[in-house]
């Protein structure tokens, strides 16, 4: 039987976004340490993104990744993950590096010194979809090597941004060398992850520690939930285009951030 696996999705940890258009996938800090001690207190087994390659991670094993090169990775995530012995996978956009709310080169140097995978997220998380080809080629290989050379450490994995780009996006990055590509559609991966974009679980705010552990745990309604969520919102973007669903969308958060003001 083939091991089967759950890839999480985080994003920012901290009380509350840096941007409105981080929405519910900002987690505070002490959601996101209750979610970890549990997995730990329940051994259960994570993954890294290389086991999960080659199929040598436990049945039912957990794979924790971060995308958007927050500095909430370093201040909050490493050093709970490096107490609890957890591997991870950050994903970070070059153009963004260093810049307000995001880590810095040496912070990312720092990560990977103590074992942890740095993938890209894109040159700047622009959506993949309906780029020229030039730009999309830009936007996969330009970061990779960008990140290559200010870390000095092969970047095996990419994660796409917003989830977009598709078949496109996969056949360029596999041809570029990466050997994983991560989207964002809900699932399961079993066995070996294979050619195909890896689903993921994000982990949103709303879900608490009881939904996260649905998600661990794989529970039917749960995905069924999850994978309706993404149906509505990625077939409107498909259907009004990915400008206009961002700008929406941040006109969207942003009227909600003021309301709470």
């Known amino acids: 039987m083939r091991p089967s696996a759950v890839v999480l999705m985080y994003h920012r940890l901290s009380d509350g976004p840096f941007d409105p258009e981080e929405g519910d996938y900002v987690l505070s800090p002490s959601l996101f340490e209750a979610q970890m001690r549990w997995l730990a207190a329940g051994r259960r087994p994570v993954a890294t993104l290389a086991q999960l390659a080659e199929g040598r ?10 995308d958007d090169g927050c500095d909430s990775d370093c201040t909050v995530a490493f050093p709970l993950l490096r107490s609890l012995g957890f591997p991870a996978a950050f994903f970070v956009n070059p153009a963004r590096v260093g810049a307000e709310g995001r880590a810095g080169w040496d912070d990312l140097r720092a990560l990977a010194a103590e074992g942890f995978a740095i993938g890209s997220h894109g040159l700047d998380h622009t959506l993949l979809d309906g780029l020229a080809p030039g730009e999309l080629e830009r936007q996969i290989v330009e970061s990779r090597r960008a990140i290559e050379d200010r870390l000095g450490a092969r ?51 709303g879900h608490g520690l009881t ?15 999850q994978r309706v969520r ?15 669903y961002g700008r929406l ?4 958060l942003g009227r909600g951030s003021r309301a709470e003001d």
Do not use: C
Not at 157 to 176: C, I, N, T
Not at 211 to 225: I, M, N, T
Not at 249 to 252: D, I, T, V
């Open 211 to 225: 939904g996260f552990q649905a998600a661990v745990e794989r529970r039917p309604l749960f995905l069924l939930g």
């Open 249 to 252: 969308r941040r006109l969207w």
């Open 57 to 66: 991670h436990q049945d039912g094993a957990v794979v924790l990744t971060f």
């Open 155 to 205: 970047v095996d994995a990419l994660s796409l941004p917003g989830g977009s780009g598709g078949e496109r996006a996969r056949r360029k990055a596999l041809a570029a060398g990466y050997r994983l590509v991560l989207g964002s559609r809900p699932g399961v991966v079993r066995g070996p992850a294979g050619a195909s974009v890896l689903p993921r679980l994000a982990v949103r705010s």
């Open 230 to 244: 993404y149906s509505v919102a990625h077939g409107g973007r498909r259907l009004i285009g990915a400008g206009t």
